[in-house]
Structure formats: structure tokens, C-alpha cells
């Protein structure tokens, strides 16, 4: 069975900090990973994924993760955290087959920037 | 612009009344996914649609059932709501490739009386 797990239900920061949420995987064969953002009574953004390539992947608003095999984890980073950047974030990993590909989400962690 | 959107944005229904949301989309996708999601939880799949290819997930409930008349459109349908069905419902898209990202509507906040 395939779970991404979110250690950290929130995660608070300060203005201009970096700032990291966890997410770890178990899949079986190669992980396709992503991270999604929802903002209050909004739906989900996509900022950026995990295919095939470089561990360190950019995504949008500055938002990059690192994936590491050995640690079967995907980590969000961003150098210098925004008030804005406060919501609640997902990591999600890709399952299924061919033409029933779906996400499997994380419990999701909440960001507090704090300026 | 290209986007998901999602009718009504607020929905309020009385217990064992059916009721319907409607998504509909202007990005040309084949993939429609219906989403719930309870407090800020993590997105639960109740089923998807690749094309007219209707995918149910093993624990959904009978009591949602859904439409795909054509592309642009998708519909959910709850026979008979309960209170635990109150929730965010969300719609999403995404082309044929596999490992290509959804897109979401803003969801539809569902009530029961």
C-alpha cells in the first residue's frame, strides 16, 4: 500500500526565516511526488513535483524541494518565508496505472509566517 | 482564462434531500477528479473520470454518484445527504499525460440541515 505521511500537523516561522515541511513516502516502485498549497476556503495549487532528474526541484512563488531516495523523503523549502506563504500545504505521491493515475495526499501541514 | 469552476461555491441542503454540484472547465482536460474534503483534512478521491471512463474508488459511498456528459462538464450527485457528508467538495483536472498536475476548482462548502 502506498502513504506519504506529513510528520508536523503545523509548522510556525518568522518573516524572512527558511522555512521546511516535511513529507516522507512509501510507494512501491518509482515515487512520482508532489506538493500542493490551499489557501483558506480555496482549492488546491499545485507549486511543483517530482518526476524523474534532479533531487532539487524549483517550483513556484520560490518554493523548491529536495527528494531523497535514501531517506524516502520530499522535503518543502523556501529560503525566506513570507506572511503570505501561510496556508495549509500537501505532499502527495502518484499512484495507479496507466489512465487511473490519482494522488495520495498527506494529512497536510499548516504554515504560520509570523512577521 | 483557463480554469475549473465550481457552482455553487456554497451549498445548503437538508438531511436526505438530493443534491447536485456541478463543475465545469475550459482547459480541454480529459481527466475529472471529485475530491472530499472534511476541516482542512487531506483530499479524499470518491472517483474519477479518464474521458468517459468512469473510475469509482473501493470505499466511496453509494450514496454519491456522479455524471460526465460531456468533457467540459462533471457532476456529483448525493441521493440522500447526511450530516457526515457536510464538507468541502473539490473538482480537479489534469490532461492525459500521467504525471501531469491536477488543477482545482475553488470547491463547493456543503451544508446539512
Known amino acids: 500500500a502506498q502513504s506519504v505521511a506529513q510528520p508536523e500537523d503545523q509548522v510556525n516561522v518568522a518573516e524572512g526565516n527558511p522555512l521546511t515541511v516535511k513529507c516522507t513516502y512509501s510507494v512501491s516502485g518509482n515515487p512520482y511526488l508532489f506538493w500542493y498549497v490551499q489557501y483558506p476556503n480555496r482549492g488546491l495549487q499545485f507549486l511543483l513535483k517530482y518526476i524523474t532528474g534532479d533531487n532539487l526541484v524549483k517550483g513556484s512563488y520560490g518554493f523548491e524541494a529536495e527528494f531523497n531516495k535514501s531517506q524516502t523523503s520530499f522535503h518543502l523549502k523556501k529560503p525566506s518565508a513570507l506572511v503570505s506563504d501561510s496556508a495549509l500545504y500537501f505532499c502527495?505521491?502518484?499512484?495507479?496505472?496507466?489512465?487511473?493515475?490519482?494522488?495520495?495526499f498527506g494529512s497536510g501541514t499548516r504554515l504560520q509566517v509570523q512577521p | 482564462d483557463a480554469m475549473v469552476i465550481q457552482n455553487p461555491r456554497y451549498q445548503v441542503t437538508q438531511f436526505g434531500k438530493p443534491v447536485t454540484l456541478s463543475c465545469s472547465q475550459t482547459?480541454?482536460?480529459?481527466?475529472m477528479y471529485w475530491y472530499q474534503q472534511k476541516s482542512s483534512q487531506a483530499p479524499k478521491l470518491l472517483f474519477h473520470?479518464?474521458?468517459?471512463?468512469?473510475?469509482n474508488e473501493a470505499d466511496t459511498p453509494d450514496n454519491f454518484q456522479s455524471r460526465r456528459p460531456n468533457t467540459s462538464f462533471c457532476f456529483l450527485d448525493i441521493r440522500s445527504p447526511g450530516l457526515g457528508d457536510a464538507a468541502m467538495y473539490l473538482c480537479?483536472?489534469?490532461?492525459?499525460?500521467?504525471?501531469?498536475?491536477?488543477?482545482f476548482g475553488p470547491g463547493t462548502r456543503l451544508t446539512v440541515l
Open positions: 502527495a505521491a502518484l499512484r495507479g496505472s496507466t489512465g487511473r493515475r490519482a494522488l495520495t
Open positions: 480537479a483536472t489534469r490532461t492525459t499525460g500521467d504525471y501531469n498536475e491536477q488543477f
Open positions: 473520470y479518464y474521458d468517459k471512463d468512469f473510475n
Open positions: 482547459l480541454n482536460h480529459n481527466v
